[in-house]
């Protein structure tokens, strides 16, 4: 059900033994970085549910939003080390498996059908493959939420008016490489200090879904939302 839902991959460690499960009450560390007002804490509650409903209370989900469990690559560290369990991301993953940049190379995309026909298709399980190879975690479903847009305090119009903008982006090597070859200057950032750093004029702006730009009051600090739908 979950496959058909969902571009960003929601990940999680695997489960080594179903016989434990029925032994005794298993928790699940679940972290990410959004905010509870969010689409992705909104989601990650639904699983939540779902999880303990159909387990009878065998498992236990435990939520941790707005980077409880640390930034976006801690997260993964720590599933890998095994000290959480789930969480939701996408293009860092290219830091260990770069197709994960695929999903993520701008304009690649049409629209929300073409989107869901890569993942579902070859595309996505090459890229899934390559994750559970390079990373050691499994992939259990996409999640759509919406297309990147470009926040300033100017308005953007064309690339030649990004030359010199001070540009805060996640670490991925090909959001930076992007941006670099547009004339920004990006600046890879967890995603906590980035208000404060908009509000001190440490960065200029930042590029994130509609969904996420509201729920984390970007509006506060920035005067623009240019729809730029960069990467779907």
Same mark, same amino acid.
């Given at each position: 059900?979950?496959?058909?839902?969902?571009?960003? @991959?929601?990940?999680?460690?695997?489960?080594?033994?179903?016989?434990?499960?029925?032994?005794?009450?298993?928790?699940?560390?679940?972290?990410?970085? !959004?905010?509870?007002? +969010?689409?992705?804490?909104?989601?990650?509650?639904?699983?939540?549910?779902?999880?303990? !409903?159909?387990?009878?209370?065998?498992?236990?989900?435990?939520? *941790?939003?707005?980077?409880?469990?640390?930034?976006?690559?801690?997260?993964?560290?720590?599933?890998?080390?095994?000290? !959480?369990?789930?969480?939701?991301?996408?293009?860092?993953?290219?830091?260990?498996?770069?197709?994960?940049?695929?999903?993520?190379?701008?304009? @690649?995309?049409? &629209?929300?059908?073409?989107?869901?026909?890569? =993942?579902?298709?070859?595309?996505?399980?090459?890229?899934? /493959?390559?994750?559970?190879? #390079?990373?050691?975690?499994?992939?259990?479903?996409?999640?759509?939420?919406?297309? #990147?847009?470009?926040?300033? %305090?100017?308005?953007?119009?064309?690339? $030649?008016?990004? &030359?010199?903008?001070?540009? #805060?982006?996640?670490?991925?090597?090909?959001?930076? $490489?992007?941006?670099?070859?547009?004339?920004? #200057?990006?600046?890879?950032? /967890?995603?906590?200090? =980035?208000?404060?750093?908009?509000?001190?004029?440490?960065?200029?702006?930042?590029?994130?879904?509609?969904?996420?730009?509201?729920?984390?009051?970007? +509006?506060?600090?920035? $005067? *623009?939302? %240019?729809?730029?739908?960069?990467?779907?």
């Amino acid at each position: 059900m979950l496959k058909k839902l969902i571009t960003t @991959a929601v990940l999680g460690a695997a489960i080594a033994s179903s016989t434990s499960l029925m032994a005794a009450d298993y928790t699940l560390q679940f972290g990410h970085l !959004a905010n509870e007002q +969010n689409i992705w804490h909104q989601a990650a509650e639904r699983f939540k549910e779902e999880v303990e !409903a159909n387990s009878d209370g065998q498992i236990e989900v435990r939520l *941790y939003p707005s980077e409880q469990l640390g930034n976006e690559m801690d997260v993964i560290n720590s599933i890998q080390l095994g000290t !959480a369990d789930m969480t939701i991301t996408g293009e860092s993953l290219q830091n260990w498996a770069p197709k994960a940049a695929i999903m993520a190379v701008p304009y @690649a995309f049409r &629209d929300s059908e073409h989107l869901h026909a890569a =993942v579902n298709g070859e595309i996505g399980a090459e890229i899934e /493959a390559q994750i559970t190879e #390079r990373t050691n975690l499994v992939p259990l479903a996409w999640f759509e939420r919406g297309p #990147r847009e470009l926040t300033s %305090n100017r308005p953007i119009r064309t690339p $030649d008016e990004l &030359d010199g903008l001070r540009l #805060r982006v996640p670490n991925v090597p090909l959001f930076v $490489d992007t941006w670099q070859a547009m004339g920004a #200057r990006p600046t890879p950032m /967890a995603f906590s200090e =980035v208000f404060t750093a908009l509000q001190q004029n440490t960065l200029e702006g930042q590029e994130n879904p509609l969904s996420l730009i509201e729920s984390a009051s970007f +509006n506060e600090v920035q $005067d *623009y939302v %240019n729809m730029t739908g960069h990467v779907r």
